[in-house]
T-cell receptor, first 115, second 108 residues
Framework: DAAVTQKPRYLIKMKGQEAEMKCIPE?????VFWYQQKQSKELKFLIY????????QIDMVKERFSAVCPSSSLCSLGIRTCEAEDSALYLC?????????????FGHGTKLSVL | GEQVEQLPSSLIVQEGASVLINCSYT??????FPWYKQEPGKRLQFIID?????ERKQNQRLTLLFDKKTKHLSLHITATQPGDSAIYFC???????FGDGTQLVVKP
C-alpha cells in the first residue's frame, strides 16, 4: 500500500513559537493536501499543492501559516506564531493526479500541542 | 460554500449488527465519492468509493449506495466486528471537504 511519511509525529511548542512539520508524499504523486483535525473529528482543509504549486488554501493559512513544496518529494507546513487553538493533528495526504477521481493516501500526522 | 452533512455522528452496536452511515452534499459537480476509515492511532485509510455514473458498489461487507438526484450517499456495513470500530468519513467534494465523521463502536 502507498505510504505518506510525516515528521515529526509529535511536536510541542510554547505559545508564540514557530512550528514546522514535514511531509514526504508517495513517490509519483503530484497532488499534496494538508488538513487540520481536532479531537479526532472534523477534517479541515488547509492547503492544496499540485506539482509543488499551491493552488488553493484557506485564509488562515495565508495569514499565519507558511506552506511550501520545495521538491516533488518534500512538503512542509509551518506556523509562524503558534496559538493555543493551533493544537491539533496535522494530516498530509497525496494522490497521483489532479483530476477528481483519485483517492487520497494519508500520513500518520503530526500532533501539535501548543502550551 | 459547499456543505457536507454526515449522520449519525456516533454509533454503538453489538458485534454482528449492521450499520448505516449517511452523507449528503451540495456540490452538483461532484463526481467521485471516496470514504475513509480512521482507527485510533492509525492513518486514515481508504475503504470504498463510487463514481457518479454508478448507483451501488460493494466491497465485501461494505455497500455504498449513491443517489445523484438527492445528492445522498449511504454506507452500509454488515456483520460488524470490533475491528470495524473507527471514525468513518465521506468525502464528496474533490478532497476539499469531508463529512464531520461517524464514530462507530462495535462491542464484542
Amino acid at each position: 500500500d502507498a505510504a505518506v511519511t510525516q515528521k515529526p509525529r509529535y511536536l510541542i511548542k510554547m505559545k508564540g513559537q514557530e512550528a514546522e512539520m514535514k511531509c514526504i508524499p508517495e513517490k509519483g504523486h503530484t497532488a499534496v493536501f494538508w488538513y487540520q483535525q481536532k479531537q479526532s473529528k472534523e477534517l479541515k482543509f488547509l492547503i492544496y499543492f499540485q506539482n509543488q504549486q499551491p493552488l488553493d488554501q484557506i485564509d488562515m493559512v495565508k495569514e499565519r501559516f507558511s506552506a511550501v513544496c520545495p521538491s516533488s518529494s518534500l512538503c512542509s507546513l509551518g506556523i509562524r506564531t503558534c496559538e493555543a487553538e493551533d493544537s491539533a493533528l496535522y494530516l498530509c495526504s497525496s494522490s497521483p493526479q489532479t483530476g477528481k477521481g483519485e483517492r487520497l493516501f494519508f500520513g500518520h500526522g503530526t500532533k501539535l500541542s501548543v502550551l | 460554500g459547499e456543505q457536507v452533512e454526515q449522520l449519525p455522528s456516533s454509533l454503538i452496536v453489538q458485534e454482528g449488527a449492521s450499520v448505516l452511515i449517511n452523507c449528503s452534499y451540495t456540490d452538483s459537480a461532484s463526481v467521485y465519492f471516496p470514504w475513509y476509515k480512521q482507527e485510533p492511532g492509525k492513518r486514515l485509510q481508504f475503504i470504498i468509493d463510487i463514481r457518479s455514473n454508478m448507483e451501488r458498489k460493494q466491497n465485501q461487507r461494505l455497500t455504498l449506495l449513491f443517489d445523484k438526484k438527492t445528492k445522498h450517499l449511504s454506507l452500509h456495513i454488515t456483520a460488524t466486528q470490533p475491528g470495524d470500530s473507527a471514525i468513518y468519513f465521506c468525502s464528496p467534494h474533490n478532497r476539499i471537504f469531508f463529512g464531520d465523521g461517524t464514530q462507530l463502536v462495535v462491542k464484542p
